[in-house]
């Protein structure tokens, strides 16, 4: 199981957006989490790579042309070798053949390759707090698989398959129209260069059938909206005996009632009184890890200030330390007082000298001067 994040998300662009629009979004992150802007930031250096291969990907038309169908899955197969049992592409000429036509793909004598089953999408929604620990869970989806009796073969048992008599095994057969040879799929066995004798009487000669699958799901801490995580091998059985699609979680984190996100940073707004704000003290509140989180708030902090707390936010994504908690001050105004606060408050302003609020004092003083000047 993989965990992966979508290009169009890594590079905050819509799948309809232009290449222009891709290529502006691309330079604008490039040039926030670039290394020589974020020395020794691991997260920082992790990001910068993430972005400049998911450009390097849309920025090419066919590239963009495979990932848009078959998503990470139309090069990871070219990348690994084939190895690790996943169904993929043997190489990028298969995706372009399958995209764009024969053009692209191999000479007739290569016979007709067997077409994976399709990948499945899957729509998952998760707490801040699962994305925060991690979470093992089930799913049950209704998907085909390969049908049992038949062992996905389509055929009947004791029976087989013998060789296409009109296409002679290739699959496609070819017509002359005008000055052009045609080639299209064979009528007969539908593209397979195979006809099943006697047809499995449970699937219907398909060799899959629709049932319900319960598949356990690993999600890591540190995942968030976009992030997808991959099944291999857990998508729709390939038909006559196919290799089957994979299956792709897409994740959706709910709204936190008192953090939003941004990355591994988590944001609150913490209202206090005035009198806090002037004379300084402290708030409370409740950690991810359900520990209390002491905030330091020092005297004279203006409403809309922002306070850090290092290492009390997100967990990397399959890396290693925390973001930071930021705490934006909301400086409150008391709507209703008593008569004895109320006295205590004029005294205090009859012992103003200006000089406690010197952004006031400016302020005024530049009108002032603006207006006698």
């Not at 169009?8 to 490039?30: F, G």
């Not at 998907?143 to 290739?170: F, H, I, N």
């Not at 200030?305 to 997100?314: A, I, S």
């Not at 010197?358 to 603006?370: A, H």
Request: net charge negative; hydrophobic share 30%; proline share 6%.
């Amino acid at each position: 199981m993989e965990t992966e994040i979508d290009f169009y998300e890594l590079l905050q662009v819509e799948r309809s957006a232009d290449d222009k629009t891709i290529k502006s979004a691309y330079r604008k992150l490039a040039m926030k989490f670039h290394p020589d802007r974020n020395p020794g930031d691991a997260e920082s250096e992790a990001k910068f790579k993430a972005i400049s291969r998911a450009y390097d990907c849309l920025k090419d038309p066919q590239k963009r042309a495979a990932y848009d169908r078959y998503g990470h899955a139309a090069f990871e197969q070219a990348s690994s070798g084939g190895g690790g049992g996943q169904a993929g592409f043997s190489d990028i000429g298969d995706i372009f053949e399958t995209i764009f036509g024969q053009g692209f793909g191999g000479g007739r004598g290569a016979g007709p390759r067997p077409r994976r089953g399709a990948d499945l999408r899957y729509d998952m929604e998760i707490t801040l707090e699962d994305a925060f620990h991690g979470k093992d869970t089930e799913i049950t989806i209704e998907v085909s698989q390969a049908c049992e009796p038949c062992d996905g073969t389509g055929a009947e048992p004791g029976t087989g398959k013998r060789r296409c008599p009109m296409c002679e095994g290739y699959g496609k057969v070819r017509a002359q129209q005008g000055f052009f040879m045609v080639e299209r799929a064979c009528p007969t066995c539908h593209g397979r260069g195979e006809v099943i004798e006697s047809p499995c009487r449970n699937c219907g000669g398909e060799g899959r059938v629709d049932k319900p699958q319960t598949l356990e799901v690993n999600i890591p801490p540190g995942v968030e909206t976009g992030t997808r995580i991959r099944l291999s091998g857990k998508g729709e059985a390939g038909p006559y005996g196919a290799p089957p699609g994979d299956l792709y979680i897409f994740l959706h984190v709910k709204r936190h009632s008192v953090f939003e996100r941004e990355g591994t940073t988590l944001l609150t707004r913490v209202p206090i009184t005035f009198t806090k704000a002037a004379l300084g003290g402290t708030v409370e509140l409740p950690g991810m890890d359900d520990e209390w989180i002491t905030v330091t708030i020092p005297a004279g902090v203006q409403s809309g200030e922002q306070l850090r707390k290092r290492g009390e936010g997100m967990p990397v994504l399959q890396g290693r330390g925390r973001g930071d908690l930021v705490v934006e001050v909301n400086v409150e105004t008391p709507r209703k007082l008593s008569a004895k606060q109320k006295d205590l408050l004029r005294e205090f302003q009859e012992t103003e000298t200006g000089a406690e609020c010197p952004d006031s004092r400016g302020f005024f003083e530049r009108i002032r001067d603006s207006f006698t000047g």
